[in-house]
């Protein structure tokens, strides 16, 4: 359990803290996050309106759906490792003008334009949620560098990023993928496939039954979160920026069987897309710097390619391993 208010403080307080920040995404990958500031209100907004949305009929959200143009919006057939998950999702992002309308020419960024219910009671509640956890995400970046022992810059992502708010409802796994259930088994109806996030770190809130899990020394370990808490993982882009000091967890869901849905909220935080993805030295003078790991390549390429994967099965997924000396 990390605490937010440490991380803000400063002294031995803040030392010891940034520690165990170093030790939980070395070994875990995963963190909760206390004392965040985030009110508790807007996270029950949300759940309520993310609730509305996903009970809207189909026709309704189909009008909504997302395609190979535009990222962005309603998929109730969702890949990942090519495999479809039993869950529908809403995906929004990003907006350089939040002002202008969500399909404004100046909001149609690299990976689509937002699309969402015109109920202003489902729209602005979500909307809400994504701007609260922009600039918790890019300040627990900016602990991850220090931890890592790189100079933050958090003026960087403000400026200009291509983060998304991806909203889950899990129900009727068997119903989707017809396998007698064994949680401890790999062909269990899964909510969400194994895999690793992509970008450089994942906020997330739930509620329902816990079903997320981290993979750890060939195990799998269910995630139990405290109340008003966020988890956070660590992402491909971290990892490589670490030179692999920091991992990105492979994690998976559980799938929703019989009548209970379950929903979630994971706030991505991603690069800039022309950003540079290369091992990062360490700020240090005196300590040693390894032989970097990876090759440089950009957030928007390695974006590309494993959007494409999502969106319909076009092969082998791209994984940071691809670009690995």
């Given at each position: 359990?990390?605490?937010?208010?440490?991380?803000?403080?400063?002294?031995?307080?803040?030392?010891?803290?940034?520690?165990?920040?170093?030790?939980?995404?070395?070994?875990?990958?995963?963190?909760?996050?206390?004392?965040?500031?985030?009110?508790?209100?807007?996270?029950?907004?949300?759940?309520?309106?993310?609730?509305?949305?996903?009970?809207?009929?189909?026709?309704?959200?189909?009008?909504?759906?997302?395609?190979?143009?535009?990222?962005?919006?309603?998929?109730?057939?969702?890949?990942?490792?090519?495999?479809?998950?039993?869950?529908?999702?809403?995906?929004?992002?990003?907006?350089?003008?939040?002002?202008?309308?969500?399909?404004?020419?100046?909001?149609?960024?690299?990976?689509?334009?937002?699309?969402?219910?015109?109920?202003?009671?489902?729209?602005?509640?979500?909307?809400?949620?994504?701007?609260?956890?922009?600039?918790?995400?890019?300040?627990?970046?900016?602990?991850?560098?220090?931890?890592?022992?790189?100079?933050?810059?958090p003026d960087a992502l403000r400026r200009q990023h291509t983060s998304f708010l991806r909203l889950n409802a899990y129900s009727d796994a068997r119903g989707r993928n017809p396998v007698k259930p064994n949680r401890q088994s790999a062909t269990a109806p899964l909510g969400i496939h194994p895999h690793t996030d992509a970008g450089l770190l994942t906020l997330l809130v739930q509620n329902g039954a816990n079903a997320l899990e981290v993979r750890r020394q060939n195990r799998w370990h269910l995630i139990e979160p405290t109340d008003n808490t966020f988890i956070v993982n660590t992402g491909d882009m971290l990892q490589v920026l670490s030179n692999d000091q920091f991992i990105a967890p492979q994690h998976r869901v559980l799938g929703t069987v019989g009548t209970e849905t379950r929903f979630s909220a994971a706030y991505f935080l991603n690069p800039p897309v022309d950003q540079l993805i290369k091992p990062l030295a360490p700020e240090d003078k005196n300590a040693s710097a390894e032989d970097p790991r990876y090759r440089a390549f950009t957030w928007g390429d390695f974006r590309g390619q494993r959007a494409a994967g999502d969106y319909e099965d076009l092969g082998e997924e791209v994984q940071i391993s691809h670009y690995r000396i």
């Amino acid at each position: 359990m990390l605490d937010a208010a440490r991380l803000r403080s400063g002294g031995e307080s803040r030392a010891q803290e940034l520690q165990k920040l170093r030790q939980a995404v070395q070994v875990w990958g995963f963190f909760e996050l206390r004392n965040h500031s985030i009110d508790v209100a807007a996270r029950h907004d949300l759940l309520t309106a993310q609730r509305a949305f996903f009970e809207l009929p189909m026709r309704d959200k189909l009008q909504l759906a997302r395609t190979s143009e535009n990222a962005r919006g309603f998929n109730a057939g969702e890949l990942t490792q090519n495999q479809v998950d039993a869950k529908e999702i809403l995906d929004l992002g990003y907006k350089p003008d939040p002002k202008a309308a969500d399909n404004a020419p100046i909001n149609r960024v690299a990976d689509g334009w937002n699309q969402l219910p015109e109920v202003s009671s489902i729209r602005e509640p979500l909307w809400r949620w994504f701007c609260v956890c922009e600039p918790l995400a890019i300040e627990i970046y900016g602990w991850l560098l220090e931890a890592m022992g790189a100079t933050p810059d958090p003026d960087a992502l403000r400026r200009q990023h291509t983060s998304f708010l991806r909203l889950n409802a899990y129900s009727d796994a068997r119903g989707r993928n017809p396998v007698k259930p064994n949680r401890q088994s790999a062909t269990a109806p899964l909510g969400i496939h194994p895999h690793t996030d992509a970008g450089l770190l994942t906020l997330l809130v739930q509620n329902g039954a816990n079903a997320l899990e981290v993979r750890r020394q060939n195990r799998w370990h269910l995630i139990e979160p405290t109340d008003n808490t966020f988890i956070v993982n660590t992402g491909d882009m971290l990892q490589v920026l670490s030179n692999d000091q920091f991992i990105a967890p492979q994690h998976r869901v559980l799938g929703t069987v019989g009548t209970e849905t379950r929903f979630s909220a994971a706030y991505f935080l991603n690069p800039p897309v022309d950003q540079l993805i290369k091992p990062l030295a360490p700020e240090d003078k005196n300590a040693s710097a390894e032989d970097p790991r990876y090759r440089a390549f950009t957030w928007g390429d390695f974006r590309g390619q494993r959007a494409a994967g999502d969106y319909e099965d076009l092969g082998e997924e791209v994984q940071i391993s691809h670009y690995r000396i």
